[in-house]
């Protein structure tokens, strides 16, 4: 898959996803980054490097559905997520959910 298929099934699930940061006053929105590459070696050499993803899920919302949406996208997708964080966030003073995955 590639990083723009990737998006596009964010996308489908909210359309108010972004990349690296949405647009001010936004209360319920998507934000995806990389932030690294997963790397697989054979032969003496990188046979693979595949980006590492984080999501940022931001609702002002207890209990969005949106979280469900974008996670059973990710199994559609067949990418296997983490949840890294979930609950009230008062930097953003929403509620906020970080999945980390990477894009295979």
């Known amino acids: 898959m590639t990083l ?6 964010l996308k489908a699930v909210c359309p108010e996803t972004y990349e690296l940061a949405a647009p ?9 980054h990389r932030y690294g590459k997963q790397s697989s070696f054979a032969d003496d ?3 693979v490097d595949l980006p590492k993803v984080q999501i940022d899920i931001v ?4 209990d969005d559905p ?3 949406g974008i996670c059973g996208s990710l ?4 990418l296997p997520y983490s949840v890294q964080s979930e609950g ?14 990477v894009v295979i």
């Open 4 to 9: 723009q298929e990737f998006e596009a099934a």
């Open 24 to 32: 001010k006053g936004l209360t319920r929105y998507v934000v995806w």
């Open 45 to 47: 050499c990188n046979a």
């Open 59 to 62: 609702s002002n919302v207890a």
């Open 66 to 68: 949106l979280v469900d």
């Open 75 to 78: 199994w559609l997708a067949c």
């Open 88 to 101: 009230y966030d008062p930097d953003y003073n929403a509620y906020r959910t970080i999945l980390q995955l």
